[in-house]
């Protein structure tokens, strides 16, 4: 399977503890997203990279939160000092940033969930 | 910026009916369309897109969705709704010319009914 693949797919945490969640996109696509969905809503952009460059963070990123893409493969996005408020599914997406016909390939997503 | 509205958060059909779950969004720039279904404990996966052109876009599993400047709507119908329907559907807009982070509304709850 080629897809975006997500890991690990499931993670309980204590509130305090730090979490690392990996991605890999598809191989040849540029351009990598992550997305935070909470119960009963739509995902929310938290931040976005292009090749190995971050280029934008949304402002629910907090300072807890840090994500990376070493080489422009891969990415990891860490969460350290977890507090409840951040059980969600964590979704990663990549793209093909060519022309007009990007569409955004959605991993199965990662949830966590705070204790 | 861009928002979206999805106006239903639950709509409850029987199975043959058809189906139709609306769409609203505001931009400050020209934007592209998306609709995207989720099942549970899953990613979500592209139904269809609107970039550019006939204002009427086809997607899979037999569904579709018309693009409407003036009232800016993408709203998504079916004719006729299977069991396997049933899912969250996410209606979904992007910035022309941005880094094509998607904006999504809060979801639709398609429950089709036997």
């Known amino acids: 399977d080629t897809g975006v693949s997500q890991n690990p797919r499931h993670k309980i945490t204590k509130r305090g503890q730090n979490v690392t969640f990996r991605c890999d996109p598809i191989s040849e696509h540029n351009r990598l997203y992550w997305y935070r969905q909470t119960l009963g809503q739509g995902p929310e952009f938290l931040t976005y990279?292009?090749?190995?460059?971050?280029?934008?963070k949304s402002r629910l990123l907090s300072d807890r939160f840090s994500a990376e893409r070493p080489k422009g493969s891969f990415s990891t996005l860490e969460i350290q000092r977890t507090e409840q408020g951040d059980s969600a599914m964590y979704l990663c997406?990549?793209?093909?940033?060519?022309?007009?016909?990007?569409?955004?390939?959605f991993g199965q997503g990662t949830r966590l969930t705070v204790v | 910026a861009q928002s979206v509205t999805q106006l239903d958060s639950q709509v409850p059909v029987f199975e043959e009916a058809p189906v139709e779950l609306r769409c609203n969004y505001s931009?400050?720039?020209?934007?592209?369309l998306f609709w995207y279904v989720q099942y549970p404990n899953q990613g979500l996966q592209l139904l269809l897109k609107y970039l550019s052109g006939s204002t009427l876009v086809k997607g899979i599993n037999g569904f579709e969705a018309e693009f409407n400047k003036s009232q800016t709507s993408f709203h998504l119908r079916k004719p006729s709704v299977h069991i396997s329907d049933t899912a969250e559907y996410f209606c979904?807009?992007?910035?022309?010319?941005?880094?094509?982070?998607?904006?999504f509304g809060s979801g639709t709850q398609l429950t089709v009914l036997p």
């Open positions: 990279f292009q090749n190995e460059a971050q280029l934008e």
């Open positions: 931009s400050s720039v020209s934007v592209y």
């Open positions: 997406a990549s793209s093909l940033g060519q022309g007009d016909s990007t569409e955004a390939f």
């Open positions: 979904a807009v992007t910035g022309i010319g941005s880094a094509r982070q998607l904006t």
